[in-house]
């Protein structure tokens, strides 16, 4: 069955990407949609005095959160989705995922700051769109509906 992966971060922009998938722009009969959010690695220290079990449920939980809004929109437009909590460097885990699953496209929301703040800060989209096998779909939500809803 055909997928498309959605990137998370369980932000208004991830919400913009999920309601441009659940208004049929991209989608056609027969695709499921891989919702995906990945919870960053804790360090060394932390794992040396904390249980892998709260590890574990800190990321589920992450995860929980930053997936349930998406989901929503997909789940009222009635679009097939399932998740899948990961956890580790974000652009390696969303390609990995998406390789491993030959995926026809990865849709993102985007912050669209700018290139000097992504060169700066980092973008995890941008290296998405730098090194991913498929077509990769950002999408950029208007700044007035995620500032209202953020």
């Known amino acids: 069955m055909p997928q498309i992966v959605l990137a998370t971060d369980g932000s208004p922009f991830s919400d913009a990407a999920a309601h441009f998938l659940a208004d049929g722009k991209l989608l056609q009969p027969g695709f499921t949609v891989a919702v995906l959010h990945v919870s960053p690695?804790?360090?060394?220290?932390?794992?040396?005095?904390?249980?892998?079990?709260?590890?574990?449920?800190?990321?589920?939980?992450?995860?929980?959160?930053?997936?349930?809004?998406?989901?929503?929109?997909?789940?009222?437009?009635?679009?097939?989705?399932?998740?899948?909590?990961?956890?580790?460097?974000?652009?390696?885990?969303?390609?990995?995922?998406?390789?491993?699953?030959?995926?026809?496209?990865?849709?993102?929301?985007?912050?669209?700051?700018?290139?000097?703040f992504d060169a700066v800060l980092g973008s995890v989209a941008g290296r998405v769109l730098a090194q991913a096998d498929c077509p990769v779909v950002m999408v950029k939500a208007d700044a007035a509906k995620a500032k209202a809803a953020g």
């Open 41 to 116: 690695d804790v360090t060394g220290q932390v794992r040396a005095f904390v249980s892998k079990e709260t590890i574990d449920a800190w990321h589920n939980e992450a995860s929980d959160k930053a997936m349930a809004s998406v989901c929503a929109i997909l789940e009222a437009a009635k679009v097939p989705f399932e998740r899948h909590a990961l956890h580790g460097y974000p652009p390696e885990k969303i390609l990995g995922y998406a390789k491993s699953v030959n995926a026809d496209a990865i849709v993102m929301g985007t912050h669209g700051r700018g290139s000097f």
